[in-house]
């Protein structure tokens, strides 16, 4: 039996890559990654020169690009945090994005073989997801598996997929307790599995290893306020993962996670993490029951719409806790703002940027 | 929040559809010799069954269904038979496994354990109010990733653990005719937790759960007229999951899926000659799950039987007008308790 082949969908995939060292990573990704144009959003330091490998398609955005950009809207970005990727998002023009950390390197699955994680999460996103009841063979339209006995067969149509979550082998994400509880652990399993996330259940979004469809849903994938001047950080992606998850519920879009795996290299220091985690740890025992509890209108209809209701929910509901939450609130609001402007002109932020601007 | 499960807790339990259990009882020996067995022999099987010797093993036959359950409806032929077993063990936890199913291989060549890989499903907490994307974080290598609410980590009792089948799939009869080749080998190295609120078709044909907690929402609801020995011909598992599912979500425990795998054989036939009844079953899943995934159990059902009591009547009122097989099931349910508490099932 022929297996179908994956389409490239190069000239419809963007990948955005936030980084403040250097790019040296996409060595090993080359062989999956030239064809793909890259968006890389340089953090931290603007006059530092970020060495991008020879060969790659790519526009590079620093902070002086983005203030030049989004100009006072620029607040919402975050600094000195790689939560300052979903700028990415916002100046694509691409339908999907993928996004990976610049400590990621490919994986080899139990054969040996190396792992082609874009691919992977292409295949995700074009094929149906199945929130609506949970199939106990993981995902059915996989070669080699199918809906099992019991399942409904009104809902074996699916619903489009909005978000593929894939996964790490050696250092596992896990916040700085964990890490510092054991900090030898290397995850070793692998789990040959895509599956999607039950509707009305949410779960850590990880960015590592990440990739949607922003036609779907790029609003809502904001990366929050972290990192320079912010009372909390490592909690950028998880805030973009509970907003997506609500509102991929309300639209009826789908979630998967699980494969691809790629090989997280590089630990962060654990008491670093710490201090940033230290104030989420506490409210996401606050945040999880308000997203858990939170109900979209029916006329919220749009991604944007639904994400501004939630900014007004965060500000209510959230924003006794710490004043953090009302000016995360009002970044929400500025970040569809912004949204919005960049992605309805048609020019969009495309700029020369100098001899940043690499051409294959 | 790990619990110590001993040998003397288990009951295994065998539906006996054909009358050799020889080589199915030597094939899972190893696993299996530790415990006790009870056998369900098929009311509707007539010739003696073939047992391989030195187990601790009980059979129950059609005289002692009858002497339990003369007066009631519930039909406890075919795969429905285990039910009865369910009824009888005085154990704490039950793990039941099809006929035709025999230990598994890893990736590696190994021959896997499923009776002590569900009692570990058992054993260890479920965490079903937030999904993990490291899929069990009690498993060893793994843990609670980063994001995971700390005040969610102790997890809940895991009340029913089910496993998957290599080889053979539990497909239904259109899948399996579509398909007739098909055969599963992917072995996918996960036991996760089914979120609270989330449905899924539990099949019976490799299943452990926690009796005590749980066992009265495992019921025999189902039971279509001519249905036959063949899985795809039934869907009393699925019944019997959903109505599972929703009680223990109720209650507050977990449901489990993934590892343990078995090897299922099946019986080579193919499922042509059901097609015709497959358009019942299919409208019967598309009305029932709807109301399954709304269905409301009042805050005054503590224990899986109340929680059933209550059911029974949801599903009378809500379903019972929409097909016979529900009226049925709401009967069998409301007897399923009666029986529970008549035969002092409850008791340790």
Known sequence: MSVPITPALKDELDIVIPTIRNLDFLEMWRPFFQQYHLIIVQDGDPTKTINVPEGFDYELYNRNDINRILGPKASCISFKDSACRCFGYMVSKKKYIYTIDDDCFVAKDPTGKDINALEQHIKNLLCPSTPNFF???????????????????????GIKTAVSHGLWLNIPDYDAPTQMVKPRERNSRYVDAVMTIPKGTLFPMCGMNLAFDRELIGPAMYFGLMGDGQPIGRYDDMWAGWCVKVICDHLGLGVKTGLPYIWHSKASNPFVNLRKEYKGIFWQEEIIPFFQAVVLPKDCTTVQKCYLYLSEQVKEKLGPIDPYFTKLADAMVTWIDAWDQINSTGTGAKLPNGAANGKA | MSVQIEDSEVDIVIAALHPNLTPFLEAWRPFFSRFHIIVVKDPELDSDLQIAPGFDLKIYTKSDIEAVAKSSSINFSGHSCRYFGYLVSRKKYVISIDQDSLPAKDPSGLVTDAVAQHITNLATPATPFFFNTLYDPFRSGADFVRGYPFSMRCGVPCVLSCGLWLNVADYDALTQSVKPNERNTRYVDAVMTVPVGAMMPASGINIAF????????????VHFTGEGKRRWETLEDIWSGLCAKVVSDHLGFGVK????????????????????KESEKVK??????????????SRNATSAVDCVAELSGMVREKLGAVSPVFASAANAMDEWVNLWKSVGAQAE
């Open chain 2, 257 to 276: 899926t993934g590892l343990p795998y078995v090897h299922r054989e099946g019986d080579g036939t193919k499922p042509h000659g059901s097609l015709n």
């Open chain 2, 210 to 221: 926690d009796r005590l907690a749980l066992g009265p929402a495992l019921l025999p609801g």
């Open chain 2, 284 to 297: 019967l899943l598309d009305d029932a799950l709807p109301f399954f995934q709304s269905v409301k159990i």
């Open chain 1, 135 to 157: 199939n106990t063979l993981y995902d059915p339209y996989r070669e080699g598996a199918d809906f099992v006995r019991g399942y409904p067969f009104s809902m074996r149509e």
